[in-house]
Nanobody
Framework: QVQLVESGGGLVQPGGSLRLSCAASGIIFRLAAMGWYRQAPGKQRELVAGISSGGSTHYADSVKGRFTISRDNAKNTVSLQMNSLKPEDTAVYYC??????????WGQGTQLTVSS
């Protein structure tokens, strides 16, 4: 069964840090490009950060220098370290897996709220 399970969301104060994790199963993880997306209320889902199967990373301009995506192929996990959080980072964060072939997999999402 192909599945992505996110964890680590919650409530954090502006300027704080949080780490999201995503555990993958049912795919050949090391061959999959992985990404974190977010969707705020009333807005479209947007790419936050991505990491290729080879480890190359890219980020949305709004999070560059604050967020870091990483992967652990031994554990089939991808993480998003978020620092210097801002209220505008508030959203539901989704993990995405894009392995070779026709499938594309989404997690169920985890809520991040940045508020004092």
């Amino acid at each position: 069964q192909v599945q992505l399970v996110e964890s680590g969301g919650g409530l954090v104060q502006p300027g704080g840090s949080l780490r999201l994790s995503c555990a993958a199963s049912g795919i050949i993880f090391r061959l999959a490009a992985m990404g974190w997306y977010r969707q705020a209320p009333g807005k479209q889902r947007e790419l936050v950060a991505g990491i290729s199967s080879g480890g190359s990373t890219h980020y949305a301009d709004s999070v560059k220098g604050r967020f870091t995506i990483s992967r652990d192929n031994a554990k089939n996990t991808v993480s998003l370290q978020m620092n210097s959080l801002k209220p505008e980072d508030t959203a539901v964060y989704y993990c995405n897996a894009d392995p070779p072939g026709p499938i594309n997999v989404w997690g169920q999402g985890t809520q991040l709220t940045v508020s004092s």
